[in-house]
């Protein structure tokens, strides 16, 4: 179900996932005109469930943002199956252009547009991704409990993964790849019992549907149920180019980010950010939190505006 797009909101929010849903229902709950564009493109999509979020424990991914689509429009709020292909500030607000030559106002921006995971180069990932190729332990770190799991050195995050999931398997292997330990880092994961392999990997090995192994440069397979990789993650905002957002390296050194206060407010005036676009290593719950806190201090903002207009005016009217 998509809503009737209207020229002009208080404020747009763009994507809609959990952090700009929540946005939204924090917004139209306040009796702000707003409204979601979602191109369905979720991050975790392939997942088989969202864990870790209290009360919604297993549940689908795609009928969790149903329910929040149609909580928003509970209150009022719209939420519109649209691309977004620029936005732009304009006389004091923003024009927000979508791929099929539609536009909108708005008075605010809240961009929750999330993140791109750039997997290791390495064949045969890609397509296990979500699957038996994983990245988080607290999102599926129990479904693989006690399997063969393989840890890919592909980032910084890389010996940080395999402490936190040699705690939920005792087989747990260490590829070095492009990620090499230094010596205490070698000598943590050998006193936990974890196997290095230093060899660079070359592929994973595919069996009925299901990983069975990495793949050597040497041509050894070493049977793996579970593959796990640090993925570099990229702030997705090249499709809001006009707005001139900062991008800048993360701290934890994973990937890209756009910097915002603790409200989501951006140094672009007007414009607040929520969730992976700005939090990359946030969880759902997390995100969703993110998108409530913004939606407040959106609100305040606007209110804050409305309440020096009226003044305004009502000196005006007194002169």
């Known amino acids: 179900m998509s809503d009737q797009l209207r020229d002009r909101y208080d404020v747009v ?9 929540n946005g939204a229902l924090m917004l139209a709950r306040s009796r702000r005109s707003v409204v979601v564009l979602d191109a369905g493109e979720p991050r975790n999509a392939p997942a088989d469930g969202v864990h870790g979020l209290l009360g919604r424990e297993g549940m689908p991914p795609s009928e969790l943002l149903e329910r929040g689509r149609s909580e928003v429009r509970g209150y009022g709020g719209h939420v519109v199956a649209a691309e977004v292909v620029d936005a732009v500030p304009e006389d004091g607000g923003f024009v927000v252009s979508l791929a099929d030559g539609r536009s909108v106002r708005s008075r605010r921006l809240l961009v929750a547009t999330g993140l791109v995971d750039r997997l290791p180069e390495v064949p045969g990932l890609a397509e296990r991704w979500g699957r038996d190729v994983l990245h988080c332990p607290y999102c599926h770190g129990w479904e693989v409990r006690d399997q063969a799991i393989g840890v890919l050195g ?20 260490y590829f070095t790849h492009e990620a090499p330990l230094d010596p205490e880092q070698a000598e943590q994961l050998a006193a936990l019992g974890v196997r290095i392999v230093d060899q660079p990997v070359h592929g994973v090995a595919v069996t ?11 041509g050894e397979v070493v049977a793996r149920d579970a593959v796990v990789v640090a993925t570099r993650m990229e702030a997705r905002v090249a499709h809001v180019a006009g707005l001139g957002l900062p991008v800048a390296e993360h701290p934890s050194g994973v990937g890209t980010h756009v910097p915002a206060d603790v409200g989501g407010r951006t140094e672009v005036p007007g414009v607040w950010v929520a969730g992976n676009v700005s939090e990359l290593t946030a969880q759902v719950g997390a995100s969703a939190s993110l998108g409530a806190m913004a939606g407040a201090h959106i609100n305040a903002d606007l209110v804050a505006e409305d309440a020096a207009a009226a003044v305004a005016a009502r000196v005006g009217a007194r002169a």
Do not use: E, T, Y
């Open 208 to 218: 009925d549907d299901r990983l069975s192994g990495v793949v050597l440069a040497d």
């Open 154 to 173: 592909s980032g910084p995050m890389s010996h940080h993964q395999a402490l936190l999931f040699r705690q939920l398997s005792d087989d747990v292997v």
């Open 13 to 21: 929010v763009i994507g809609g996932g959990a952090a700009g849903l």
